[in-house]
């Protein structure tokens, strides 16, 4: 429930919205120090209020960011207020209907739902990697803070967090007793991937964090974790999405899209791309897996367990096309069968 406090506040500044005359909802999204509510009128007309903490900096910087992208034709929510004294937002209501609400519906409807997605990111990885450029004619007059940069060392940090979090805590393996052969091809890949050239990045790019609005149109949420990164690790996280099943027929069409609309944009992406891209999915699944197993095992949210199994059979699959990386495969397999 809102503090009386926060409802006062909310009635100062939006005055429709007084304590009397409010549904008030909370919302699951929030995480990470972050609680949702949307306030809503008899009329249908409702807005979102946010409580966050500095649990983690990034939150923050979630409306400083939201305010760059919107600047630059970007579809996310409109901020209505920010109070960073008290860590409040109030936020334009995108509804309640996800990308992953549709993950059931024919595969014509959700290919217009995903290309619209795919277009905003593309807008991110363009224009907004293009806004960072001091020498741009149009640069935003406030760059806000993003997190730090995708390097080797949070490459190398993605790979231990499913080792430990995964493997370790919800598959009982030592740390210790994996085999070189495993484990050692990966330090070379996270060098690889942090020499590659950065675009602005949204870093938890999943059908969970887009909302569609009207006319089937997408507009993206959670971006407070943005950082200069690869394209192609947003592109992954999307199409490897634990929680919606994309066929491999589907995904090559996403891919597709991705590239033309990169094209369009005038950005196209690079000779080794389709390399590229399954060590992202590498990185992103293997980052998904350790967070499943610290959240269901750490912080007893048990229903993130229920997605271990669709993201190990990705990440066999990625690891399966990458040559270095067969051993691991390998070794993979054997949690297939506990899963």
């Known amino acids: 429930m809102i503090p009386d406090a926060y409802l006062a506040q909310t009635a100062e500044h939006f005055p429709r919205f007084s304590p009397g005359s409010i549904a008030i909802e909370s919302l699951e999204k929030g995480g990470s120090g972050r609680k949702y509510h949307r306030l809503r009128l008899e009329d249908g007309s409702s807005l979102i209020f946010v409580k966050y903490t500095d649990q983690r900096e990034e939150n923050r910087h979630f409306c400083d960011i939201a305010e760059?992208?919107?600047?630059?034709?970007?579809?996310?929510?409109?901020?209505?207020?920010?109070?960073?004294?008290?860590?409040?937002?109030?936020?334009?209501?995108?509804?309640?209907?996800?990308?992953?609400?549709?993950?059931?519906?024919?595969?014509?409807?959700?290919?217009?739902?995903?290309?619209?997605?795919?277009?905003?990111?593309?807008?991110?990885?363009?224009?907004?990697?293009?806004?960072?450029?001091?020498?741009?004619?149009?640069?935003?007059?406030?760059?806000?803070?993003?997190?730090?940069a995708f390097d080797a060392a949070l490459y190398r940090w993605e790979q231990s967090y499913f080792l430990e979090q995964c493997a370790g805590r919800h598959f009982g393996v030592d740390r210790a007793s994996i085999a070189i052969e495993i484990t050692g091809p990966l330090d070379g890949i996270a060098e690889r991937l942090a020499a590659l050239p950065r675009v602005l990045v949204h870093r938890d790019f999943q059908s969970q964090n887009v909302m569609i609005r009207e006319h089937a149109h997408a507009s993206l949420i959670d971006f407070q974790g943005m950082r200069p990164g690869l394209g192609a690790y947003d592109l992954a996280s999307l199409l490897y999405d634990p929680y919606v099943a994309l066929s491999p027929e589907e995904r090559d069409?996403?891919?597709?899209?991705?590239?033309?609309?990169?094209?369009?944009?005038?950005?196209?992406?690079?000779?080794?791309?389709?390399?590229i891209y399954d060590l992202c999915a590498m990185q992103r699944l293997m980052q998904a897996l350790g967070a499943y197993g610290y959240l269901g095992h750490v912080t007893g949210q048990a229903h993130f367990l229920h997605h271990i199994p669709t993201a190990l059979a990705s990440l066999r699959e990625v690891t399966g096309r990458i040559p270095?990386?067969?051993p691991l495969q390998q070794w993979l397999g054997q949690f297939q069968k506990q899963a």
């Not at 920010?82 to 409807?109: C, K, N, T």
């Not at 149009?138 to 803070?145: D, G, H, K, L, Q």
């Not at 996403?254 to 196209?268: G, I, T, W």
Request: net charge neutral; with cysteine.
């Open 68 to 148: 760059f992208l919107y600047g630059l034709g970007i579809a996310v929510p409109k901020i209505l207020r920010h109070d960073p004294a008290d860590g409040l937002m109030w936020v334009e209501d995108l509804g309640a209907i996800d990308l992953w609400s549709y993950r059931e519906e024919p595969w014509r409807v959700r290919h217009a739902l995903y290309l619209s997605t795919l277009e905003q990111v593309v807008r991110i990885h363009t224009r907004g990697h293009r806004a960072l450029d001091k020498s741009a004619p149009e640069r935003p007059a406030v760059i806000p803070r993003f997190q730090n």
């Open 324 to 326: 270095t990386l067969q």
């Open 253 to 275: 069409i996403l891919k597709s899209d991705y590239k033309r609309l990169c094209a369009e944009a005038e950005a196209p992406v690079s000779a080794d791309f389709e390399a």
